[in-house]
């Protein structure tokens, strides 16, 4: 979505200028007709007319600049005058545009007016008509008037036509005065509500209040305040983390604690293997001249130690075994075992150190024991039943919503650590004592928030219920969008904490917007509007006007000649195509070929592609549409593809003819005309052996050559299938 910057808005300021007649297009501020008091009558051009400054409400510059343009009455006052303090310009003002008084602050236009920030701090403004002027612009249609709260756009605000004011271009903003029942919220759509707002049509009950996140997962901080389909994409987020959830050991002799995924580090430590591994000497290997020791496979390597020294004993003898490393799960025999000379192996020197639960990895749902690398197997394979135990953690609990009670687990690695009671309880079933301790009521979904304050994104886990805890003002709800950009359909319950241009406000028409395939741009989509853009508002199925569609995959610049397309599926070599139908690029061609474009020798780098007869026009970019247009006249069945390397299948019924019959067909399709042209036999003999020598010549040379370059004929087929795919 493309916002308008500050150079953009006083771009369109300048705009409603043009239809005024207060201008002079050659005005200098020697030498100008802009007459300083504002409005729309330019001042009669006499010999020593310039630009007064004193009668704009500010001073002329300290340096004479006579050649600055001064062209209208904002461009006169920047490049002419100079900021002058005065006790009532338009920001600090106690004149009202009815005449009355009000404390100090900004002036307020009257109806049919824009706000005309050029200078507004400096320029004086001390009359109604005078604010007016200095403060105030008139603009020339409503696609550049600005509606202001509690009044939003209308839908067809850019294409009204007539003097804007608010009853021609802006609706009153029915729900913002509307305050929400307990229990629900506001609609996202709700500030384009019209008429007489109440609650069933400003308000609903937030979805995600009764849906029930599966294991593993959290209500997210839009669950809230969510309206539409409840469902775990919409709804909820992955629950809390250690840092060592995603760790992995840098010691080869390391393992993740048993507690990894809910682990508390110490305040400002991070993920390393002394926060989140245990070390072991079941894993170390001992060096050359040592021997594990015998109860080595159920010993940890604190931090400090020295692997060698905590697992490990000396070794002495001349045996070639002394010096030998056993493999990880074995240590060495006794010395008496050892053979007194020949080669050092595993077979000759170690022996099998027992099975122990170091190296299993537990089941889904379930975790190693606390000291499950302490437990001697005594030879039986590990499994969940020996080395682990069954998730009893808040962490694998579900907080269960109903429609008579919201619950929101907690999210914290405290809280999801948490062993869930046996009390009564069995094992993660819902149970009201798990409740209290993994979960919490949402007690701001009963909370009545103010109109026109809303409910806030992630207020399910505030443990107190008030204002400050529940409720905020939407963040646009007092931003004003610059014409032609009009608020969005969901302003009124946007809380990102910013407002501006591109977060509350959005452009109307469906110049910008993308439809899908089959979708394509709709005739005269650039007129289209709408306060929420749709395929249905801007798009029409391109299958109505054609029998197949698809769209660009990147963008092709004029002069190419293909096209990367999602799909070639029923595309067919010669037919007609448009491209970028209803656009202002839109162009038609002809297929030449359908296949699949390789970008290198890798299988994996190739793109469905439509070769094209001529070169395009125009550059047209992702997501462009492509048609092909229908056959007139009739229903056809697609045909055969022209694509290299797979064969047509004939038509129904037909016979194909032998070779040596294909040669000499003009014979049989000659019929009684043959009889009497005998003496040319001879003759058509010896050219068909001329052309069946030169085929075995040929066969052979290209026989050589497929063994040369059989693993390129490899992937060539390999191509030729995956085209044969995307054509099916």
């Known amino acids: 979505m493309r916002t308008l910057g500050a150079a953009s ?62 062209k209208d009455f904002n461009s006169c006052k920047l490049n002419c005058c100079k900021a002058t303090t005065a006790s009532l310009t338009c920001s600090s003002t106690t004149v009202t545009a009815t005449g009355a008084t009000q404390t100090l602050g900004n002036y307020v236009c009257p109806d049919g007016y824009n706000d005309n920030t050029a200078l507004k701090a400096t320029s004086i403004c001390t009359t109604a008509a005078l604010c007016n002027s200095m403060c105030c612009s008139k603009p020339a249609s409503c696609a550049l008037y600005n509606c202001r709260n509690p009044f939003v756009a209308k839908p067809d605000k850019p294409l009204v036509a007539g003097a804007p004011n608010n009853r021609l271009c802006c609706q009153s903003q029915a729900c913002f005065t509307i305050q929400c029942p307990a229990g629900q919220v506001k609609k996202p759509q709700s500030g384009l509500v019209t008429g007489v707002g109440s609650a069933a049509a400003c308000c609903s009950v937030p979805s995600c209040s009764t849906f029930t996140c599966p294991v593993g997962r959290v209500k997210n901080a839009a669950a809230a305040t969510f309206v539409g389909t409840a469902d775990d994409a919409n709804c909820c987020t992955n629950q809390a983390a250690s840092l060592c959830a995603a760790y992995k050991c840098v ?85 008496a075992e050892f053979p007194a000379t020949g080669t050092a192996t595993a077979a000759a020197c170690c022996k099998s150190s027992g099975t122990n639960c170091v190296q299993y990895r537990c089941s889904a749902g379930y975790r190693h024991k606390q000291k499950s690398y302490a437990i001697d197997l005594k030879g039986v394979a590990a499994s969940d039943k020996l080395c682990c135990n069954k998730e009893n953690l808040c962490s694998q609990y579900q907080c269960v919503s109903t429609a008579q009670q919201t619950l929101v687990k907690k999210n914290d690695l405290a809280t999801l650590g948490k062993v869930l009671s046996t009390n009564g309880c069995i094992g993660t079933k819902q149970c009201s004592k798990n409740d209290a301790l993994c979960c919490q009521k949402d007690v701001c979904l009963a909370y009545q928030c103010p109109a026109p304050m809303v409910k806030k994104t992630g207020s399910q886990l505030v443990t107190v219920a008030s204002n400050k805890n529940c409720c905020q003002n939407p963040t646009c709800s007092d931003w004003q969008c610059v014409a032609p950009y009009v608020k969005r359909a969901d302003f009124a319950t946007i809380n990102s904490g910013v407002a501006d241009q591109k977060t509350c406000c959005h452009n109307p028409t469906c110049g910008g917007y993308e439809c899908k395939a089959p979708f394509i741009k709709a005739p005269n989509y650039q007129t289209k509007t709408a306060a929420v853009l749709s395929d249905a508002v801007c798009c029409i199925n391109g299958n109505t006007v054609g029998d197949v569609v698809t769209d660009l995959q990147t963008e092709v610049a004029a002069g190419d000649k293909y096209l990367p397309v999602a799909s070639v599926a029923n595309f067919q070599s010669g037919r007609e195509i448009v491209i970028d139908k209803n656009t202002a690029v839109e162009e038609t061609n002809v297929i030449l070929k359908v296949g699949v474009r390789r970008l290198s020798s890798g299988r994996s780098l190739a793109v469905n592609s439509l070769d094209l007869k001529t070169p395009l026009k125009y550059t047209h970019g992702k997501g462009a549409s492509i048609v092909q247009v229908l056959l007139s006249g009739a229903t056809t069945t697609p045909g055969p593809t ?30 009684p005309r043959y009889h009497g042209k005998k003496k040319h036999m001879s003759s058509m003999l010896a050219l068909g052996g001329g052309i069946i020598a030169g085929m075995a010549v040929l066969l052979a040379v290209q026989g050589i050559r497929r063994v040369v370059t059989r693993a390129s004929s490899r992937e060539l087929e390999m191509d030729v299938e995956t085209t044969q795919e995307a054509l099916e």
């Open 642 to 671: 022209d694509t290299p390397g797979i064969t047509s299948t004939p038509p129904p019924g037909a016979v194909k003819l032998p070779w040596w019959r294909r040669i000499f067909q003009w014979k049989y399709s000659a019929g």
């Open 251 to 335: 010691s080869p002799y390391a393992t993740l604690k048993f507690n990894h995924l809910t682990l508390v580090l110490p305040a400002g430590e991070k993920a390393d293997d002394v926060q989140c591994c245990l070390k072991h000497c079941f894993l170390f290997q001992c060096p050359g001249g040592y021997a594990k020791k015998a109860n080595s496979a159920s010993l940890l390597i604190n931090n400090g130690e020295t692997p060698t020294t905590k697992c490990c004993d000396t070794l002495a003898g001349t045996s070639p075994c002394v010096q030998f490393t056993c493999p990880i799960g074995q240590i060495k025999k006794p010395a």
């Open 9 to 70: 808005a006083f771009a369109l300021f300048s705009l409603s200028a043009v239809a005024q007649t207060n201008i002079d297009t050659s005005g200098k501020c020697g030498k100008s007709k802009v007459n300083p008091v504002g409005g729309t009558a330019a001042q009669r051009l006499t010999k020593g007319a310039i630009f007064s400054c004193v009668n704009a409400g500010i001073s002329a510059k300290a340096v004479a600049t006579p050649l600055s343009d001064c």
